[in-house]
């Protein structure tokens, strides 16, 4: 098992894609997005990180809000044209049914089984990139995913992506519990 | 479709899962972070979001380089087990075959098909967290996860976890090209 260097760009891990929302002078935009985590807990901050030169980046610093939706494979041609096309060039705000909640300015996919709409609290810079973080405020989602009140992944179908093949993957089988199956090791 | 608010707590999307290695007071520690993502395209950046109690991060702090191992799925026992147990009271240098690369202080575990050794460029501190920036120096891998030349994810086998089920979940099959399948969707 002799380990070998590769390129650098090569490196990477299965990556969730979202669609990341945000008014552009008066006009909901979306744009797809994998760089994205979760940051903090409580409050629950996620960031993710867009080129400077996107446009849905320029919407969130004019509102100081932005929405992050969560597409099923059924989207996964929609989500991919998000992130093909500019909303400086294409007008994306009727490629959805948009909702607002209670920021008022963070558009939301109906979708989409799952959105959060989000409070910009502080913004981290590169040279060429802005790492929004956004403080979740509120989070939606419909009856039919859900399982006795909880969210129930098993009815959201969700993806992800995985380079350097570009491939979009549809979730799998459960191979475990996580904070469990790894108790079987913990010695006394 | 009718949207209802869910608690926020409830909100994310199918999130990687790295084993993160740093040398602590000299002896290599391991835990498994969810909270991971790119940041930054050229240097290629990653950043990691650890809870300021973890043992790592001391190590993280202290040396100023730390480690991205990507698990496959004959992992996710000792995955899981390295974030159930503290490097403050459980060794777990003997875990893996463990090697260092350019960086010399950034322990990689030889069992997972993608290792990067990463010098610390940047913290980011929320109360509770540190979001350390990781510029990837090196990265290693092995022939038997390649395809002419270039990483073969067919091969890495390599899975994620979704809340709030907890459930680490392998990846299925690919429902398309990134940056592709949503071109049909392009108006000329």
Not at 34 to 47: D, E, S
């Amino acid at each position: 098992m002799d380990k070998i260097k590769i390129d650098t760009g090569a490196f990477g891990f299965p990556m969730p894609v979202v669609l990341i929302g945000a008014n552009v002078a008066g006009k909901a935009n979306f744009m797809a997005v994998a760089w994205v985590c979760k940051v903090n807990y409580k409050p629950l901050i996620i960031g993710a990180s867009i080129n400077k030169r996107q446009y849905t980046g320029e919407g969130i610093i004019e509102n100081e809000t932005f929405s992050i939706n969560v597409p099923g494979t059924y989207l996964v041609e929609l989500t991919d044209h998000c992130g093909l096309v500019s909303g400086r060039n294409t007008d994306k705000s009727e490629l959805f049914d948009v909702f607002y909640g209670d920021l008022k300015t963070a558009p939301m996919v109906k979708q989409c089984p799952l959105c959060a709409e989000c409070k910009l609290v502080d913004t981290y810079s590169t040279e060429t990139n802005n790492f929004f973080h956004g403080e979740v405020v509120s989070v939606y989602s419909e009856e039919k995913y859900l399982s006795e009140g909880a969210l129930d992944n098993s009815k959201t179908d969700l993806f992800v992506l995985v380079m350097p093949e570009m491939n979009y993957i549809k979730l799998g089988e459960p191979i475990g519990k996580a904070w469990e199956i790894g108790k079987k090791l913990v010695k006394d």
